[in-house]
């Protein structure tokens, strides 16, 4: 495997930006190539005075226009030892909120120490939400899982189980039913937030292996439609061989979890035989964990109408 590539101030600004931020960058061009590691936003207030225990650990910091108004209002003393901590503590960049224009003599302070700035014409929320989500992506835990991922009925589904076992054969039926294929064979998980998202984890975007035919370019074949490059994953199925000895739920009112990051996904053990099909079968998982997204849970309302049931039978016999 090569080496992993290390993220740049650079995909920073462009992420911000994509996300439909205001953003002017004040500084010398050559900070956009200085590195990320830490995907923790920081805050002025981390830095407004001195360190007692832990000193904060980032690599951009947050200035609100009332921060900055505070900071430019300080004494000259002042202002030089806050820039020491920034410096100090090794800090990449600055966001800082721009409600009204700044003369440039009071960033001098600033860029003389080798920060960047972005002067952002949102508000603080946007800037915040942005910033940390920017940064999850860039820099935020990562995990490769061998499956499939496929986007069905807007649900995110996660296929695993032993090699050889047909999860790229139910992928490509699933894709054939205008679904779509996310990754085969190595996911790359990424967590933002409380969210999982899946991308290809290989350089072989778009195609699936097929035992006995071979690879085919999904994208050829079916169209741009048929593939995806991310998706954040709503349920894990989990292909198993069948076993008369093994127990497998039945009404499905008992819920497995899949593990990732800290993070528990819903998982379905589908137990695999001759006739099965399925492609079918998951694209029914989809539809009924969407409806119990929307409040309509299938097993939960048998399973209610059994106790109404009982108890009605459990009454009649008592009035006899």
């Known amino acids: 495997m090569g080496k992993k590539k290390v993220p ?84 990449k960049v600055l966001l800082i909120e721009k409600r009204n224009g700044y003369n440039k003599k009071e960033l001098n302070i600033i860029r003389k120490e080798g920060i960047a700035i972005f002067l952002i014409n949102n508000s603080s ?12 992506d860039l820099l935020g835990k990562r995990e490769t899982v061998y499956g499939v991922l496929v986007d069905v009925a807007e649900q995110g589904i996660l296929i695993i189980g032993k090699s050889g076992i047909g999860k790229s054969e139910c992928a490509l039926e699933l894709v054939s039913k205008n679904h779509r294929l996310v990754a085969d064979d190595i996911v790359e998980i990424k967590r933002i937030g409380s969210n999982l998202i899946g991308t290809s984890a290989s350089m072989s975007d778009n195609y699936l292996e097929i035992r006995g035919l071979g690879i085919i370019d999904i994208k050829d074949f079916f169209g741009l439609r048929a593939v995806a490059d991310e998706k954040k994953i709503d349920l894990v199925v989990n292909l198993v061989l069948f076993d008369k000895k093994k127990h497998f ?8 979890t899949y ?52 108890r009605k039978e459990i009454k009649r016999n008592e009035e006899e």
């Open 8 to 91: 740049i101030l650079h995909e920073f600004l462009l992420k911000l930006k994509n996300k439909k931020l205001d953003l002017d960058f004040v500084g010398d061009e050559k900070l956009l190539k200085e590195s990320l590691s830490n995907p923790r936003l920081g805050f002025f207030s981390d830095f407004a005075m001195k360190f007692k225990k832990n000193k904060p650990s980032t690599d951009a910091v947050f200035l609100s226009s009332e921060d900055f108004k505070y900071f430019i209002e300080l004494k000259s003393v002042k202002k030089d030892k806050i820039v020491k901590r920034f410096k100090k503590n090794d800090i």
């Open 125 to 136: 929320n946007d800037i915040v939400y942005s910033a940390i989500n920017a940064l999850d």
């Open 249 to 256: 739920t039945r009404l499905g009112v008992d819920r497995e």
């Open 259 to 310: 593990r990732v990051l800290g993070i528990d996904i819903p998982m379905y053990t589908i137990p695999i035989s001759p006739g099965k099909n399925i492609g079918t079968i998951i694209e029914v998982i989809a539809k009924n964990e969407y409806a119990k997204e929307k409040g309509y849970n299938t097993p939960m309302k048998l399973t209610k109408d059994l106790i109404k049931k009982i």
